[in-house]
């Protein structure tokens, strides 16, 4: 099977820099999503990573190392609307469409 | 842009009752996807169908079953609904342009079974 790990809160302060980690063990793999939720709203996709390196999107960037079952989203300026929560997907092998999810990480951005 | 909508975002059902839940998506995608969210569990898959009249389960089927007949819909069904299906209801499509590989959400129904 297919399990993620992500840290379940993440805390900082307007203008930082955050990176929220994901690492995952599972039996082959396809590619690692990123979803932002935000409270009482869908998910709304991020990012996707299927090979290894730094992918950028405005402040938003995402990470992968398939040698490690590592990624990692860095969220930079941040600002009060990053409040949110925030889960990595991995797709693998043997579902070609099916991702499984972490079961997220809460990012709260204080003034 | 890509639009799923879900028939309801707030439901109120008895307990022991038959309830449907229903999706649809605009953009001819082959898959869509029903998942439960419960606080601190992430999204947990419950059916996913890949074509018309196809279906499969997910990793928590007990209790629910699915309906495809037309590519744009996909319906969840609550044969007998219990207190335990208390949840955050989420349909969700996909498509994969380029390599990327994207899943698009519905808002949610929210289904509260007293």
């Known amino acids: 099977g297919q399990s993620l790990e992500q840290p379940s809160e993440v805390t900082a302060v307007e203008g930082a820099i955050v990176q929220i980690n994901c690492t995952y063990q599972t039996s082959g793999f396809y590619g690692l999503s990123w979803y932002q939720q935000h409270d009482g709203g869908a998910p709304t996709f991020l990012s996707y990573?299927?090979?290894?390196g730094l992918e950028e999107t405005g402040r938003f960037s995402s990470f992968l190392s398939r040698s490690d079952s590592y990624g990692y989203l860095l969220l930079q300026e941040l600002q009060m609307k990053d409040s949110a929560s925030y889960f990595c997907a991995v797709r693998s092998a043997g579902g070609s469409y099916i991702p499984t999810f972490g079961r997220g990480t809460s990012l709260i951005v204080h003034p | 842009d890509v639009k799923v909508t879900q028939s309801s975002r707030y439901l109120v059902k008895r307990t022991g009752e038959k309830v449907f839940l229903e999706c649809v998506q605009d953009?001819?995608?082959?898959?869509m996807f029903w998942y439960r969210q419960d606080p601190g569990l992430g999204l947990r898959l419950i059916y996913f169908s890949y074509d018309v009249k196809m279906k499969e389960k997910g990793d928590i089927p007990e209790g629910y079953s699915v309906s495809r007949e037309k590519k744009e819909r996909f319906s969840l069904i609550l044969e007998s609904a219990s207190t335990n299906q208390t949840s955050m209801y989420l349909c969700?499509?996909?498509?994969?342009?380029?390599?990327?590989?994207?899943?698009?959400f519905g808002p949610g129904t929210r289904l509260t079974v007293t």
């Open positions: 953009m001819d995608h082959e898959n």
């Open positions: 969700a499509s996909t498509t994969s342009r380029q390599g990327v590989y994207e899943q698009y």
């Open positions: 990573n299927a090979l290894d």
